[in-house]
């Protein structure tokens, strides 16, 4: 099967591009017209993007079979501030994670031993440095890319969670969560052999492939359009390096806006074709995953006002760092 | 039999009530099923990951969707 999977892919190019002629033809639309470049550029982009991101789910579902959130918090308790930020970004990559399992999480972490400001790495790690964003970067924009996302992500996820430690601010939780008795913690066992694991892997494509291929395909189509018919360089003038503003704005754009990875990206894809800068669109997209209003008032629950604004204060300053260093750099 | 479901109402927590309630009706237990939105009810439980299921006070599993069989287990069939 994997060995089908590398011929498709490896052939996808020739292979598409037929079925984009043969429609132009069938259709009558020309392939160097603006809803030609379009239709290509969709025929294209959705069956590689979809491809990638069922195999790499896949292969991170085996890798997450050995890590559960017991065993992470197990790893995290008690573990002095600065080491243990540094590993509780690492392993919110790879234990298994659902925004909707936020808030127990969070309790679980913080009444039985894991440093507040360690938590806060993790749960910064966890949605923004993600296996469905990585492959995507890795799949449009090519490997440079996607490390410089993840190497910034961690990088943002260690030192947010080790700044709000230093401000000790554990007196703004809700009250309630010291009144929890950490009881006894039910220990969830993982797969144990191959054969748990591989079906672990695959009921991760089925629930993360199958969830998300509707963002993708229409993350795609929106990119496709603005392929086709938005100008080069159109974005040049104020998404480029020169507009100083551009990046907080992008920030501040993104915090309302809620969409997973997947269907961020392809847009992305597009605003960097047209001339957005890197920095710019990199901060974009890390305020969208990393800083969504749902979160925060789920997180509303647990975490009192001034912790919630210092939360989106550090986090957001550490995305515009990296949007600005970008644009420097690149 | 007293049968909790924990979790704050994502899909996944309503395909666990599926399952768990389909389970009890194939086995023909009888057994009460309440779903715990509260969090602060859920933290009491010790757990990390939601939907979780528990069996007579007893927690038998977390941040999954358990399979028909692990339910029927823990209903003694």
Request: one cysteine or more.
């Amino acid at each position: 099967m994997v060995a089908a999977w590398f011929l498709i892919y490896n052939n996808l190019v020739h292979i598409t591009d037929q079925i984009s002629l043969l429609l132009s033809r069938i259709l009558g639309f020309s392939i160097t017209s603006h809803l030609g470049k379009s239709i290509a550029f969709f025929i294209y982009d959705t069956p590689k993007v979809l491809m990638l991101l069922t195999l790499v789910v896949f292969g991170v579902g085996i890798i997450r079979s050995f890590f559960t959130p017991e065993r992470t918090r197990a790893i995290l308790a008690g573990k002095k501030e600065s080491a243990g930020n540094v590993m509780a970004a690492l392993l919110g990559v790879v234990t298994p994670f659902c925004s909707c399992s936020a808030v127990p999480l969070f309790l679980g972490f913080v009444t039985t031993g894991v440093p507040l400001g360690v938590t806060f790495s993790f749960l910064i790690a966890a949605p923004m440095v993600n296996e469905v964003a990585l492959v995507l970067l890795y799949g449009l924009f090519g490997w440079k890319i996607a490390a410089v996302y993840m190497g910034t992500g961690l990088a943002i996820a260690m030192i947010a969670g080790w700044i709000i430690g230093r401000l000790k601010m554990e007196r703004h939780l809700e009250e309630w969560v010291y009144q929890i008795q950490a009881g006894k913690v039910h220990l969830e066992e993982g797969p144990k052999d191959w054969v748990e694991r591989i079906k672990y892997g695959i009921d991760a494509v089925k629930e993360i492939v199958g969830k998300v291929w509707i963002y993708v395909v229409l993350g795609i189509a929106v990119g496709a359009g603005i392929h086709g018919y938005v100008p080069e360089g159109f974005l040049a003038g104020f998404m480029g390096k020169s507009a100083w503003w551009s990046v907080p704005l992008s920030v501040l754009l993104g915090i309302p806006m809620y969409s997973n990875a997947a269907g961020i990206i392809p847009i992305v894809q597009a605003l960097l074709g047209k001339g957005a800068a890197l920095g710019t669109v990199l901060a974009f997209m890390m305020s969208v995953i990393a800083l969504s209003l749902p979160e925060m008032i789920i997180l509303r629950k647990v975490l009192k006002p001034r912790l919630i604004a210092t939360f989106i204060a550090v986090v957001g300053t550490g995305i515009l760092c990296v949007g600005y260093i970008f644009n420097l750099l690149m | 039999m007293e049968i909790k479901i924990l979790g704050p109402g994502c899909t996944k927590c309503k395909q666990t009530e599926k399952v768990v309630k389909n389970a009890i009706a194939e086995s023909a237990v009888c057994a009460e099923v309440e779903k715990v939105t509260d969090v602060m009810e859920i933290a009491s439980y010790g757990v990390f990951g939601t939907p979780a299921v528990v069996v007579n006070g007893e927690v038998k599993s977390t941040s999954k969707i358990p399979s028909s069989q692990d339910v029927k287990s823990w209903l003694g069939k």
